[in-house]
């Protein structure tokens, strides 16, 4: 029996009860089925038993083993006790196993920090010197003795790699600068001498133009024989010729240089290209060409006038060049997008002449571009390569449509033009009064070098009947008007003048007390930009050679 309750872990105290308790109860073994199982309980009195019946091998009996059910809730609460107390050991463990990781990752992080991230920090610090150009930055890493300081030393021999290649870059570029220096020292010298050429050339070629032209004019005028007359015509459109090349060839040195400048004034449309009709009338009418000019209406515009005069000069010879005798040209001016500030110009030139093929038609903004070699009436092959520059300069555009043998439109549109609504006040104006004031006479003072130059302005200011006084350089002039008491009323001076030239001139005219009333007319054959600024800072308006009587006749109209 005890074999067998042994098995089922019970304890002998607990079985001598069991004892006691079968003899002092009677129990016998009808209370107890062989059927009851070890969760069975039976009530013996107050007590509570569990039972377990086991076979007798090779007897024909069964062991009844009663156990208290206090005995196996103490063994429960032992069990519970025991796998308390492992859990909290269990627990504990873990508590002991998180501290001493946390110590070491801690310690690991102190190593990185100080073994591995110092010296990065100190690479990169190197490597900023090294982009900073300090290719001899003296680095701790390089004393090192482990990878750290090998792989230091290897970058600072590509330091110093970098440094003798960048040592022998910059020697290179300062001697590639140095040739720049010296090529764009030439060639400004090279564009000055050029500027001075075309500018001595254009002076040189003006002022016989200035006569030739200014000579046949007034013969043609004079000259009552039709044959002579003819020669005489034939002699005058050479010599316009012969000036349109020189004015081509002028304006083709300013674009070259960058020396367009915008000069805005208030200025009539209308006068500005009645003036042009007028003046260009001499090729008209020897073609039979009619000009019809078409305003819609009419505004004052803050605009370019020189520039303006040179588009619409350009583009109306141009059409009387390439349209028959008996052709027609219309001029259309319109206004759109009109504010109360501002306008856009537009311009509209139309002839019935030869025209134009489709595929020529960008060609010919081209400089030196001829679309027909061998048309009797080409040029320099500059005019409309000009007149496109001068008219993007003026914030505008330029278009051309065309049929060959119907004709050919431009179409000019000048953005964005401030409209002047005040009256335009002539600038001679002041002028003006000043001279009427001190005499009804007068008298005009021609100062010029070339002698033709100075009978050429005297003829053409015949009808005027002035009084002139002549001088051949400014200080000339000062001395005869310094011994006369009869003052010029205004005075017409070349520029380009031995001894004493025309901006010195006026500048000692207007520095005088007796004589600073006294207008000074500059009248030039050169045309360039810093002529140009002089003349506007020194003079009180300029003629440039040679001179047409229409400019003429506009500033002694404006004077008296």
Known sequence: AQKYLSEYKVKLNDITKIKELTFNEMITMR????????????????????????????????????????TTTSYSQELTEKIHNNYNVFIKKIINTIIMLTILTLLLSTF?????????????????????????????????????????????LMAQHISTL??????????????????????????????????????????????????????I???????????????YKAGEGLLEMVNDILDLSKIEA??????????????????IIDVISFQSNSKNIKIDYKK?????????????????????????KFTDKGGKININVKYINSTNLSTDLVLEFTDNGRGIEKKDIERIFNPFEQIHDQDKDQGTGLGLFITKKIIEDMNGNISIESEVGEGTSIFITLKDIEIIKSKIINKYHHMKREIHEMKSKKSIAIVDDIEFNREVLKRKLEPYDFNIIEGINGKDILEKLKNTSSLPDVIFTDIKMPIMNGIELSRRIKDSKDMKHIPVIAITAQGMLDEETKIKKYCDGYLIKPIDNKSLDSIISSLF
């Open 112 to 156: 990185i920090t100080n073994y591995i991230k110092g010296p990065l920090i100190l690479f990169s610090q190197w490597i900023k010197e090294i982009q900073e150009g300090n290719y001899e930055y003296n680095n701790p890493l390089l004393y090192r003795k482990d990878e750290l300081g090998v792989l230091a030393r290897n970058v600072a």
């Open 166 to 219: 960048v040592d022998d870059l910059e020697r290179k570029i300062d001697d590639r600068t140095n040739k720049l220096k010296k090529s764009k020292e030439i060639a400004e010298s090279a564009n000055i001498k050029k500027s001075k050429f075309i500018a001595n050339i254009s002076h040189e070629l003006r002022t016989p133009l200035n006569a030739i032209l200014g000579l046949s004019l007034y013969l």
């Open 31 to 70: 209370n107890i089925s062989t059927k009851t199982a070890w969760d069975s309980e039976i009530h013996l009195g107050k007590e509570k038993y569990i039972v377990a019946i086991q076979p007798v091998k090779d007897y024909p009996w069964n062991v009844a083993v009663l156990i208290k059910k206090k």
């Open 296 to 320: 819609n209406e009419f505004y004052n515009l803050n605009i370019d006038k020189k520039h303006l005069n040179k588009i619409v000069m350009n583009l109306l010879s141009n059409s009387i």
């Open 258 to 275: 960058n020396k367009i400048i915008s000069n805005k004034e208030p200025n009539s449309i209308d006068n500005i290209i009645t003036n």
């Open 221 to 235: 005028e004079k000259e009552e024989d039709q044959e002579k007359k003819k020669t005489l015509n034939t002699l």
